[in-house]
């Protein structure tokens, strides 16, 4: 009966493994952390004719959001068959008339490798009222393996698909 109940134990805990990600080793990137996206990278006043140019901020050739948008936390794993898992909290305007609230937005995923990048379905998935969401997808095309230089962005569904938010790299 022990023998019995070992192995019932030993094959619970390699299902377990399985559910929540696997071994370490099936891990192609991994995200703890965000920042929230600043639409502007930086500002220079002509001292001669008072003239300003904005530079956006733009990462990976993707364009920033027309507003400052703020992020609690974010996890993420990105598995080299392409499988990503991220879990964000507090996804939230921070700034104009609609501050603190998610404006109605939905979010999808994209992985930049080095060279390359790969999305998750672009119709994304809604956050809720507190800016909440949870992306379980697989990238496509599938991402390089190694991954070099890894980013994470976040990006609304609308308009041209600007970044709100940016995992740090665990």
């Given at each position: 009966?022990?023998?019995?109940?070992?192995?019932?134990?030993?094959?619970?805990?390699?299902?377990?493994?399985?559910?929540?990600?696997?071994?370490?080793?099936?891990?192609?990137?991994?995200?703890?952390?965000?920042?929230?996206?600043?639409?502007?990278?930086?500002?220079?006043?002509?001292?001669?004719?008072?003239?300003?140019?904005?530079?956006?901020?733009?990462?990976?050739?993707?364009?920033?959001?027309?507003?400052?948008?703020?992020?609690?936390?974010?996890?993420?794993?990105?598995?080299?068959?392409?499988?990503?898992?991220?879990?964000?909290?507090?996804?939230?305007?921070?700034g104009g008339n609609n501050i603190g609230t998610n404006?109605?937005?939905?979010?999808?995923?994209?992985?930049?490798?080095?060279?390359?990048?790969?999305?998750?379905?672009?119709?994304?998935?809604?956050?809720?009222?507190?800016?909440?969401?949870?992306?379980?997808?697989?990238?496509?095309?599938?991402?390089?393996?190694?991954?070099?230089?890894?980013?994470?962005?976040?990006?609304?569904?609308?308009?041209?698909?600007?970044?709100?938010?940016?995992?740090?790299?665990?």
């Amino acid at each position: 009966m022990k023998k019995v109940l070992g192995v019932g134990l030993m094959l619970f805990a390699v299902v377990s493994l399985a559910a929540f990600g696997g071994k370490r080793e099936n891990i192609l990137a991994r995200f703890n952390g965000a920042i929230g996206a600043d639409p502007v990278s930086n500002v220079v006043v002509s001292a001669t004719t008072g003239a300003v140019t904005v530079t956006p901020n733009a990462v990976r050739g993707v364009v920033p959001p027309g507003q400052i948008w703020r992020i609690s936390t974010l996890n993420a794993n990105v598995f080299t068959d392409g499988h990503i898992v991220v879990h964000g909290r507090g996804l939230l305007l921070g700034g104009g008339n609609n501050i603190g609230t998610n404006a109605g937005q939905s979010v999808f995923a994209t992985l930049f490798c080095t060279a390359s990048s790969s999305s998750t379905n672009a119709t994304g998935v809604a956050l809720d009222e507190d800016g909440n969401f949870t992306i379980d997808d697989v990238l496509s095309p599938l991402p390089q393996a190694p991954c070099d230089s890894p980013v994470l962005l976040i990006r609304t569904t609308g308009g041209t698909h600007p970044w709100f938010a940016a995992g740090i790299e665990d």
